[in-house]
């Protein structure tokens, strides 16, 4: 019971100095809020804290439609994602984020060919170029400007 007594004392410190921290964090963020304050911010100390730099908001986009396999919709899916991609950097900034949410929009043969190579540990997963790179040998049209100048007449 003793070592309880304890144990809770010493959890009852931890969060006291949790609280005071946070105390001292708002005051900070409200002197930097108000900087017409000069002599609020330097009794808080920030002349010696890190600037904070607040970032706005990513913008909302709509997720790119689900890919099948059909090589006529390929390209536009692929820049769509891209395009999805650009547009929120923030939540995409690491390869394999790019390549697992691409992978989420693939539907029958595509994403059991992704998830095969999900199951192999294939380098191509390495990168958004390298994934990319291997899905256009199977879903680029080959005779792309064929197909194109075909369209247009």
Known sequence: MDEVC??????TQAVKSLQEGYSRLEEQVQALSCPSNPQGASSVGLSSAPSV????????????????????KYRAFRN????????QPRTFSLEATKVCFVISLLSGEPQTWAHHLLEQKSVSLDSLEA???????????????????????
């Open 53 to 72: 730099v607040m970032l706005p908001p990513e913008p909302r986009v709509p997720t790119p439609e689900r890919f099948a396999g059909e090589r006529s």
């Open 80 to 87: 769509a994602c891209e395009l999805h991609f650009a547009l």
């Open 131 to 153: 994934f990319f790179l291997a899905m256009s040998q199977l879903y680029e049209d080959p005779q792309l400007n064929a197909t194109a100048e075909a369209a247009l007449h």
């Open 6 to 11: 304890r144990h809770l004392a010493g959890l």
